[in-house]
């Protein structure tokens, strides 16, 4: 009642009403929580000179008890947002994290690899996805007994591509993702006088930042089952052998993260160790 009073003495001064925005509800699964949540959507269609408005995924906020009946007994409207593609999350926050901006103190190597990387960023992700479909079309049609754990597996894996390719906080965090580790490798590595005496330099750093970024945040239970395999090799020290730069732990570390995406670059033991995760 008091806070009836108040909204309305703010409309009548404003001429305005105030919306109260209630997000995430569908992520709550702990029974008391829920019982707050009933609290919540019975005491807000009370309030008056507002609106309160309910983000959500519909479908799995309804339980037991919060059906759908229950809930459209409180809700007056219901809008649904259409899936947004991949190319059009890149496309919109692109600019964001890779703007001219971002270009001004990088190396020549990062400008220009990264620049084509970027450019490259949509067709790289869709190919990646359409490969995954395509071998599982494949591997239907072989109708091998031996082959079905495999396409279970590839099944899985585009279900899971498709869902989190269309997903707007995933998206920015591969962006992101890729955006801080350039400035890393830019940092530690290439703004080194040094680094064009280093055979390692001609490796393709950025490609492969990239080609991990998109593991690491699309396919994070292969991501992580890679790590522990890097976790038992250490031929990766010998990378950094006689070469002496400004922050050798911040390299190595990135050389354990970027050093494996399969594009035989490095040792034949490290490449040993992705085959072994990949078969």
């Known amino acids: 009642e008091t806070m009836n009073e108040e909204l309305k003495m703010f ?14 509800m569908d992520r709550i699964i702990n029974e008391k929580e829920r019982e707050f949540l009933f609290q919540i959507l019975r005491e807000s269609i009370e309030l008056e000179y507002s609106v309160t408005l309910f983000i959500v ?31 059009e999350i890149i496309s919109e926050y692109g600019q964001q994290f890779f703007g001219e901006a971002f270009w001004e103190d990088k190396s020549e190597y990062i400008k220009k690899e ?29 109708e091998k007994e ?4 495999y396409l279970d597996v590839l099944k899985k894996t585009g279900h899971r591509l498709q869902r989190r390719m269309k997903n707007p906080r995933k998206v920015k965090r591969y962006l992101s993702d890729i955006r801080t580790n350039l400035e890393v490798l830019d940092d530690v590595w290439f703004q080194n006088a040094e ?37 038992d090799n250490n031929e990766i020290e010998r990378i950094f052998e006689n070469y002496s730069l400004r922050h050798p732990e911040a390299l190595r570390n990135i050389s354990f993260t970027y050093g494996y995406s399969g594009l035989n670059t490095f040792t034949s033991t490290d490449n040993k160790y992705y085959q072994e995760f990949s078969e």
């Open 114 to 142: 990264g620049k084509k990387a970027v450019q490259d960023i949509i067709e790289n992700g869709i190919e990646i996805y359409d490969n995954v479909q395509n071998k599982t079309k494949e591997m239907e049609k072989e």
């Open 146 to 149: 031996d082959r079905k754990k």
């Open 57 to 87: 995924d519909y479908d799995k906020l309804i339980s037991e008890q919060m059906s759908r009946e229950f809930l459209e007994k409180y809700i007056n409207f219901q809008f649904e947002l259409c899936d947004v593609t991949f190319k």
């Open 195 to 231: 680094h064009e005496k280093n055979e390692y330099s001609n490796g393709p750093w950025v490609k492969t930042i990239f080609e991990v970024a998109f593991l690491k945040i699309f396919l994070n239970e292969e991501y992580e089952k890679l790590i522990e395999l890097i976790k």
């Open 11 to 24: 409309y009548e001064l404003t001429q305005k009403r105030i919306y109260f925005i209630v997000d995430d």
